[in-house]
């Protein structure tokens, strides 16, 4: 069974710091992609990461992955307040004979940043 | 880009009724769709699959008959939740994954289902 985790699952930081959240996931994987959350919400799409060794970067947000390691991150550079929500990785087990492709979500990042 | 819609947004039904949530892909056909259920401040957790023209596949521990799922088309899939009681009040959200993976996976906006 494919598990992703996320650390840390709570966040809170002060504007214009810098910090990482960390994706571990149990199995070889063909895509992760990240996704932030504000309450009430739905899912907003942030990052798609396809091969090893890919980095995207949107504004202050950097994401990596390392398939060799099983591990993405999401890097924040001198975090704002409207960065605050929860961020979400999730793991493209890829198409299953029987399931298909599907995609298993980590518990999440809850991101708050102070000013 | 790919949008998926999702209706309706809030709803507020009496336990022992029955509420039918809809998820449409506008732009794009949906060979896949996904629903998921959200408690506050937890993660997504995978309800079912279903792709047009067959049976859903649920996950383990979801009841199939009351969470009935039908996917008639390659843009429409629709979630009832039947007899609804109050522990299945929720946020639903539905996925939609275009043919080929060309879309990746774009998610609806959400419902918030309150059984009173």
């Known amino acids: 069974e494919l598990k992703v985790e996320q650390n840390p699952l709570f966040l809170s930081m002060q504007e214009g710091k810098n910090y990482t959240i960390y994706c571990n996931y149990s199995t070889t994987s063909d895509r992760l992609y990240w996704y932030r959350q504000d309450p009430g919400k739905s899912l907003e799409s942030l990052f798609v990461?396809?091969?090893?060794?890919a980095v995207k970067q949107e504004g202050r947000l950097m994401a990596s992955l390392d398939t060799k390691a099983r591990l993405s991150t999401l890097h924040i550079t001198a975090a704002v307040h409207d960065l605050s929500a929860t961020y979400f990785c999730a793991v493209d087990v890829g198409p299953r004979e029987t399931s298909g492709s599907r995609l298993t979500f980590g518990e999440g990042t809850q991101l708050t940043v102070n000013p | 880009g790919a949008v998926v819609s999702q209706h309706p947004s809030r709803v507020i039904c009496k336990s022992g009724t029955s509420v039918k949530i809809e998820c449409r892909s506008l732009d794009f056909q949906a060979t896949t769709m996904f629903w998921y259920r959200q408690f506050p401040k937890k993660s997504l957790m995978l309800m079912a699959t279903s792709n047009e023209g067959s049976k859903a596949t649920y996950e383990q521990g979801v009841e199939k008959d009351k969470f009935l799922i039908n996917h008639a088309s390659l843009t429409l899939s629709t979630l009832t939740v039947t007899s609804a009681h109050p522990e299945d009040s929720s946020f639903y959200i539905c996925?939609?994954?275009?043919?080929?993976?060309?879309?990746?996976?774009?998610f609806g906006s959400g419902t918030r289902l309150t059984v009173v």
């Open positions: 996925s939609a994954e275009g043919r080929g993976r060309i879309y990746g996976y774009t």
């Open positions: 990461l396809l091969s090893n060794g």
